[in-house]
């Protein structure tokens, strides 16, 4: 990248915000703070943010309607941190397109190897330099790799989250194929699905709904009980 990725740190534990404010910019980013929703808001119209690390548990206005007001202001990548074992609010924050979790108590390293995975995905894309950037065209739809755009079958653009746009781009690449939770989750975050992580279904039943499929009907992502997902249909590949 040519500039460092500026991270918003919303925390409000001081001691969090110091150590990776220091931290993630000793590893080449530029990081502001901001220890409740207020100073968030404020400081939000201060600058450019390429990405938002947002503590669930915040005192006053809480992580989830700050995500959701973050998700109307732009379609920024949020990475959350969440309670040790506090799978409700972390399915929740997943269903409204966060790209990625981090359980407390976490290791910086690990933080830090989260929000380049994800910086890779959503700055970079398809756009590396002798990379091919092709066009899908699926019943009706088409996906734009090279601007990561959907737009749906009459030519209206259908906004995507980063996580959203990574598993339709790993199911157009793999049509008419069974595709385990386990492989969706090796393919879009690059680590093992635990018991009851319920990542993969949340970001499938989201993305069902943006592409008008939903419910026992469901007609292009199919469940394989027991199995996982398939797009069932044709894709061209332009």
Not at 8 to 27: G, H, P, Q
Not at 136 to 154: C, I, M, N, S
Not at 170 to 190: C, F, H, K, S, Y
Request: aromatic share 6%; charged share 30%; hydrophobic share 40%.
């Amino acid at each position: 990248m040519e500039t460092a990725p500026h991270i918003l740190v919303i925390d409000d534990d001081r001691e969090i915000r110091d150590l990776l404010a220091r931290f993630l910019e000793r590893n080449g980013m530029r990081v502001s703070v901001a220890r409740d929703g207020r100073e968030a808001r404020r400081v939000w119209g201060q600058g450019h943010y390429h990405l938002v690390v947002l503590d669930l548990m915040l005192p006053g206005e809480g992580g989830l309607d700050l995500a959701r007001w973050l998700r109307d202001q732009a379609n920024v990548p949020i990475v959350m941190l969440t309670a040790l074992g506090d799978d409700t609010d972390r399915i929740i924050g997943l269903e409204m397109g966060a790209d990625d979790y981090l359980a407390k108590p976490f290791s910086p390293r690990e933080l830090l190897a989260r929000i380049r995975a994800v910086l890779r995905r959503t700055l970079e894309g398809g756009e590396k330099r002798g990379l091919p950037q092709p066009v899908f065209r699926f019943a009706g739809w088409q996906l734009e790799t090279a601007r990561r755009r959907l737009l749906d079958p009459d030519g209206i653009e259908v906004a995507l989250t980063g996580g959203e746009y990574d598993l339709l781009f790993a199911l157009l690449e793999r049509p008419n194929r069974v595709l385990t939770r386990d492989m969706l989750l090796d393919l879009l975050r690059g680590r093992q699905a635990g018991p009851f992580d319920r990542a993969i279904d949340v970001a499938v039943s989201r993305l069902r709904r943006k592409l008008e499929d939903q419910g026992r009907h469901a007609q292009l992502i199919k469940t394989v009980r027991g199995g996982g997902y398939v797009l069932a249909c044709d894709v061209e590949r332009l």
